[in-house]
């Protein structure tokens, strides 16, 4: 009988070109030594690491021309609003549509007190336009909007546009607020207290609007014609003031992206439900139909991947994996990571060191 064949004991038949010449031909990983896996996989790392650090700052150099080519009309501009606390929220119906939307009539709202600008205002006014906006005193997105509103509130004040920012918090928290003079200054249009939440119900509950801040536009018919981030809204606007917005073409725009918004909803709420349960056949049959719904969007296709390779530990996650690598190959910030949570995240049981490596090339070469 041979004897079993002996593997160098010298460190210097370890070295990465060592490792590459005796394994570049076909042998798996696992078919290795202990000591050559190790080393294969730190080389993996090493170069996989250097090839992200070299996309990250490619994609750092682009992203700011990326962002500012963004239209300011896009309806989920959201990257700039905070979830409005719900301490009990209720998840029922999470995928119907909400029940105002846009070419609704605009509710009338209902206020406590009017604490600073137009005191007489009731609601939105026949032929004029009336932008009513959602905020909180703890709202960071919300405060660091209020100059921009000013702006656009002293822009169309001539042409009898009145902004309203509506809170529905305690009268003596937004007192205390309005009583700074930096906020009193930055806040040059009308301030409102929301009645017992009726008009906070009446708008953002029944167009299923969970942010803040967010702003209705309501046009001179009074109907709401458009909803969004108010950072957004000055394209909008200005056309909705001028005559010319095409409201049934943003309200088809609007639907697309609410659906998707709900898709998205129920996903999360799986989601929720797989990782108190441990169970996550559920939540996969979940993301495969919002998939077929939504073939374009890949953070459904991250988000299925993501879950395979780690808290399933599903064997097919990577051959996912591939297909998406495949698939996107031009979006670096994606493959960026795709590598990092392959590489590094906690809840990967078993990482592909050859996936990581190719994806991260692959995102180096795409920034």
């Given at each position: ?95 119907q549509p909400g029940t105002l939307t846009i070419g609704d009539p605009a509710p009338k709202p209902k ?257």
């Open positions: 009988m041979g004897s079993m064949p002996r593997f160098p004991t010298s460190t210097s038949a370890y070295t990465p070109s060592a490792v590459r010449c005796r394994y570049r031909f076909g042998l798996a990983e696992r078919d290795a030594p202990p000591e050559v896996r190790f080393i294969m996989r730190t080389v993996t790392i090493i170069v996989a690491i250097a090839c992200l650090a070299l996309a990250a700052v490619a994609i750092a150099q682009h992203a700011p021309a990326l962002i500012g080519e963004q239209k300011p009309s896009r309806p989920l501009a959201v990257d700039a609003a905070v979830a409005i606390p719900q301490p009990n929220p209720d998840t029922r119906g999470a995928d206020l406590a007190r009017i604490l600073k600008g137009a005191t007489d205002f009731k609601g939105p006014t026949p032929g004029k336009v009336t932008v009513m906006e959602f905020w909180a005193t703890w709202c960071g997105p919300c405060k660091a909007g209020m100059p921009h509103l000013s702006e656009l509130q002293e822009k169309y004040a001539a042409k009898g546009v009145n902004i309203v920012g509506v809170t529905r918090e305690k009268p003596e928290v937004v007192e205390a607020f309005l009583a700074q003079k930096q906020w009193d200054e930055k806040t040059r249009y009308t301030i409102a207290l929301d009645q017992d939440d009726v008009t906070n119900k009446a708008y953002m509950t029944a167009a299923k609007r969970s942010g803040i801040p967010c702003a209705f536009v309501v046009d001179g018919e009074g109907k709401v014609a458009w909803i969004g981030h108010p950072m957004s809204m000055d394209e909008p606007l200005e056309q909705i003031v001028a005559g010319t917005w095409d409201r049934k073409a943003f309200a088809a725009e609007y639907e697309k992206s609410q659906k998707a918004a709900r898709i998205m909803n129920v996903v999360r709420q799986e989601s929720r439900n797989a990782q108190r349960s441990g169970d996550y056949r559920g939540m996969m049959k979940t993301l495969d139909a919002a998939i077929e719904e939504m073939p374009d969007d890949n953070a459904l296709r991250m988000m299925k991947f993501q879950t395979m390779i780690g808290p399933m530990n599903d064997a097919e996650g990577y051959d996912f994996g591939w297909k998406l690598l495949k698939r996107n190959r031009d979006d670096a910030m994606m493959l960026n990571s795709m590598a990092w949570y392959t590489l590094d995240d906690p809840k990967v049981g078993e990482r592909d060191f050859e996936f990581a490596m190719a994806v991260a090339k692959a995102a180096n070469t795409a920034a």
